[in-house]
T-cell receptor
Framework: AQTVTQSQPEMSVQEAETVTLSCTYD???????LFWYKQPPSRQMILVIR??????QNATENRFSVNFQKAAKSFSLKISDSQLGDAAMYFC??????????????FGSGTQLTVLP | EAGVAQSPRYKIIEKRQSVAFWCNPI?????LYWYQQILGQGPKLLIQ????????DSQLPKDRFSAERLKGVDSTLKIQPAKLEDSAVYLC????????????FGPGTRLLVL
């Protein structure tokens, strides 16, 4: 079974600075998807960024980018120019490419990000 | 495009009572998921539907939880009888077969069992 580990329960960053959230995962599969979701106090899970494992290029979405190291099974999220609205719980998640039951997401335990004004 | 809808948003019940949650996925999404998220943890899958068939319910406590997805659209998750440890946020998500694995989540239902 796949596992996802987020070793930083809490992080803080100064507004306008850059912060990196860490995520590692364990899998025997060669193709899969990785995601970062953001969960503000409203508890709605919002997709931040997605990475397909077969793509070597790191995904980027505006101020959010990832550092995907397939061999090391590492998938970190970098937030540039941090804004107060970025404050939330961030979850790393894994999903197999296979169909059927493997479509479920396996989540890490989350990192609570605080943005300081 | 409308997102995933869930109701109610909040529910407080006493233990041993029953409760039901409703989810309406994004139009055209064949796959629907129910997750349970206990405070301080990541979401855990309870059940996954594809159209109106169950794909995975291995983590659903079937002695008290049930779910259905009639006509392959809306879904209802029921707990009967509720226990204190069922206090959590219940998240519904949906995905299409062409969405490259991306699941879109609803706002969740916060359940408090007293």
């Amino acid at each position: 079974a796949q596992t996802v580990t987020q070793s930083q329960p809490e992080m803080s960053v100064q507004e306008a600075e850059t912060v990196t959230l860490s995520c590692t995962y364990d899998t025997s599969e060669s193709d899969y998807y990785l995601f970062w979701y953001k969960q503000p106090p409203s508890r709605q899970m919002i997709l931040v960024i997605r990475q397909e494992a077969y793509k070597q290029q790191n995904a980027t979405e505006n101020r959010f980018s990832v550092n995907f190291q397939k061999a090391a099974k590492s998938f970190s999220l970098k937030i540039s120019d941090s804004q107060l609205g970025d404050a939330a719980m961030y979850f790393c998640a894994y999903r197999s490419v296979s169909s059927g039951s493997a479509r479920q997401l396996t989540f890490g335990s989350g990192t609570q990000l605080t943005v300081l004004p | 495009e409308a997102g995933v809808a869930q109701s109610p948003r909040y529910k407080i019940i006493e233990k041993r009572q029953s409760v039901a949650f409703w989810c309406n996925p994004i139009s055209g999404h064949a796959t629907l998921y129910w997750y349970q998220q206990i405070l301080g943890q990541g979401p855990k899958l309870l059940i996954q539907f594809q159209n109106n068939g169950v794909v995975d319910d291995s983590q659903l406590p079937k002695d008290r939880f049930s779910a259905e997805r009639l006509k392959g659209v809306d879904s209802t998750l029921k707990i009967q009888p509720a226990k204190l440890e069922d206090s959590a946020v219940y998240l519904c998500a949906s995905s299409s077969l062409s969405s490259v694995g991306t699941q879109y989540f609803g706002p969740g239902t916060r359940l408090l069992v007293l």
